[in-house]
């Protein structure tokens, strides 16, 4: 088992600060769940989500509850309640995700907003190498990852409800003014030379094409469940980031994991890929721009470049929180200690989008 596996895999007895009303649940269940029939057993999902997620098992069958945590929030945060509008508009379309059963606003049930959805049975692979699957089918488990990609920024996003769930246009502009503001404004993170860099490179360099579509804004391996037995994805997970932004730039994110060293997030950066069997960076993109009707993607090295350059704003404001005593625990430590590998790897791919 990898050590993402270990820490995030199975379930725990719900956690001091999590717990609730259990019969208070029941009885909304009862009202809201069609087919739902007790007695119910609440267990804590052990992964870190920001969202508190339970498994709700029965007699008859197992669900999923993910809720805001209780206590004071940063507004627009753990906003449980877009996660649950943009499950429904997807499963509406066909689209690989858990049902939804019922939102419930609600704070008097269980002491914060919550959803309940199925809870989908399969497989998630925590390492982006895929080691469980046999190398003659790791092929089959990449094209799976890419065709459900593809299929998410092909949808219609307004025919699904789904016009107002972001701003369109300006994607790259805005993102890299939050991120730039971010990591400028946390002086507790210091400095870094790869970063300033960025800051100035990046907004000087977006490319001209301006496209939205649904953006998932963590599309990676560990977050799917595919199927028990085939490359086939039966859900993809984790949609606190989604909003509408650049196809491109969400592709770039996923297909991140090509240049990723394994020891920061699922990645395969360093790895003999002809030996695992798994196509190269170049076919993989080949295969998206041939599902969404792309010639090529001249810009990917700058979208790359940009997906690091987030990622690594995301890690300085961890440091930052972690020198600060907010974020204690083993993985941010970790993910703190990476913050200059990941934003010397944003330059490098700068570097790589300027030599064209």
């Not at 870094?192 to 977006?206: G, K, T």
Request: hydrophobic fraction near 40%; charged fraction near 25%; include cysteine.
């Amino acid at each position: 088992m990898s050590t993402g596996e270990a820490e995030n895999a199975g379930t725990v007895a719900v956690r001091e600060a999590h717990r609730f009303d259990e019969a208070s649940l029941a009885r909304w269940m009862a009202d809201h769940v069609e087919g739902y029939s007790g007695p119910l057993r609440v267990e804590q999902f052990r992964g870190g989500q920001s969202n508190p997620t339970y498994k709700l098992v029965t007699p008859g069958r197992h669900y999923v509850l993910r809720r805001k945590p209780p206590g004071r929030l940063v507004k627009g945060a753990h906003a449980v309640e877009r996660e649950a509008r943009v499950l429904s508009a997807l499963g509406s379309a066909g689209f690989p995700v858990a049902h939804v059963h019922a939102l419930c606003v609600d704070e008097g049930v269980i002491g914060t907003p919550f959803y309940v959805m199925d809870m989908v049975e399969g497989r998630i692979f925590w390492d982006a190498s895929f080691p469980q699957v046999a190398s003659h089918d790791r092929p089959a488990y990449f094209d799976a990852m890419n065709e459900t990609l593809a299929r998410l920024h092909s949808l219609d996003y307004a025919a699904i409800g789904l016009a107002d769930y972001g701003r369109p246009g300006n994607y790259f502009q805005r993102q890299i003014d939050r991120w730039s503001r971010q990591y400028l404004e946390d002086a507790d993170a210091g400095r870094d030379r790869n970063m300033d860099r960025l800051v100035e490179w990046l907004p000087a360099h977006i490319p001209p094409d301006d496209q939205t579509s649904i953006v998932h804004g963590d599309f990676r391996c560990d977050n799917m469940i595919f199927h028990p037995t085939e490359p086939r994805v039966l859900a993809v997970l984790d949609w606190e980031l989604s909003t509408l932004g650049h196809p491109l730039a969400d592709f770039a994110y996923h297909a991140m994991m090509y240049r990723m060293p394994p020891h920061i997030v699922a990645g395969l950066g360093g790895m003999d890929i002809a030996a695992l069997n798994i196509p190269t960076e170049a076919e993989y993109v080949a295969s998206y721009c041939r599902r969404t009707g792309r010639e090529a993607i001249p810009d990917h090295d700058f979208h790359v470049a940009f997906n690091f350059f987030r990622l690594a704003a995301i890690f300085h404001g961890i440091k930052g929180r972690a020198l600060r005593g907010t974020a204690a625990s083993a993985q941010a430590r970790e993910r703190a200690n990476a913050f200059p590998e990941l934003a010397e790897l944003a330059w490098m791919q700068a570097e790589r989008a300027a030599a064209g």
